[in-house]
């Protein structure tokens, strides 16, 4: 992550270049174990706003890897760097966990949250991770989530012999937006008054 500073003759302006986290590729796309996986987070329009407040969390099936609220680390698993940038009272992180292979942006500026591994090992990574996003706003909180799934598919190869070889693993990456047909239950916690979804 690269920021720089711009120093006006009369005016301070601050701008900072950030590398977006690639977009998830469609479904049913087959990564082989060296590339990457993405998972990019519901965007925030209006989190460069004061009055917004801002927690972010990333899990894997039930497991919290990270999750940063109005940019600072509550909850971090494996920690590999955090480098944090304030500019007022917003914060643009840069966060690697797991041998530096996890890579984490959250940004208040833009509104843009986001994930990589690189490189992708499938017996470790495989499962479901998720994006959950929490905005508190004047009093109301809301949380969207996204979510994405690793998956280690065994392929096998033919031979002319009739005989079958195993190929090496592959990964199997599902768009989060693409339609499914399973059933979703949906719960209220009243203490947070927020709304959560769940499959």
Same mark, same amino acid.
């Given at each position: 992550?690269?920021?720089?500073?711009?120093?006006?003759?009369?005016?301070?302006?601050?701008?900072?270049?950030?590398?977006?986290?690639?977009?998830?590729?469609?479904?049913?796309?087959?990564?082989?174990?060296?590339?990457?996986?993405?998972?990019?987070?519901?965007?925030?329009t209006d989190a460069n706003n004061e009055q917004v407040?801002?927690?972010?969390?990333?899990?894997?099936?039930?497991?919290?890897?990270?999750?940063?609220?109005? @940019?600072? &680390?509550?909850?971090? +698993?494996? %920690?590999?760097?955090? =480098?944090?940038?304030?500019?007022? $009272? *917003?914060?643009?992180?840069?966060?690697?966990?797991?041998?530096?292979?996890?890579?984490?942006?959250?940004?208040?500026?833009?509104?843009?949250?986001?994930?990589?591994?690189?490189?992708?090992?499938?017996?470790?990574?495989?499962?479901i991770w998720q994006c959950h996003v929490t905005v508190?706003?004047?009093?109301?909180?809301?949380?969207?989530?996204?979510?994405?799934?690793?998956?280690?598919?065994?392929?096998?190869?033919?031979?002319?012999? @009739?005989? &079958?070889?195993?190929? +090496?693993? %592959?990964?199997?990456? =599902?768009?989060?937006?693409?339609? $499914? *047909?399973?059933?979703?239950?949906?719960?209220?916690?009243?203490?947070?008054?927020?709304?959560?979804?769940s499959r």
């Amino acid at each position: 992550m690269l920021f720089n500073e711009e120093r006006g003759s009369i005016s301070q302006k601050r701008h900072h270049t950030y590398k977006h986290l690639r977009q998830t590729p469609s479904r049913s796309s087959i990564r082989s174990p060296s590339e990457t996986f993405a998972l990019n987070c519901p965007h925030v329009t209006d989190a460069n706003n004061e009055q917004v407040r801002i927690e972010v969390t990333w899990t894997k099936d039930d497991t919290i890897w990270l999750k940063i609220e109005n @940019g600072e &680390r509550k909850i971090y +698993n494996k %920690l590999s760097s955090f =480098e944090k940038k304030r500019v007022g $009272k *917003k914060s643009v992180l840069h966060v690697t966990l797991n041998k530096g292979r996890y890579i984490f942006a959250y940004d208040e500026l833009t509104g843009d949250f986001g994930m990589e591994i690189r490189p992708v090992i499938a017996d470790q990574d495989e499962g479901i991770w998720q994006c959950h996003v929490t905005v508190h706003q004047k009093g109301d909180t809301y949380t969207l989530t996204s979510r994405s799934r690793v998956k280690n598919v065994q392929k096998y190869q033919q031979s002319k012999d @009739g005989s &079958r070889s195993q190929l +090496n693993p %592959l990964l199997y990456q =599902e768009d989060s937006i693409a339609p $499914k *047909k399973e059933p979703i239950s949906s719960f209220t916690r009243h203490e947070h008054n927020t709304i959560e979804i769940s499959r």
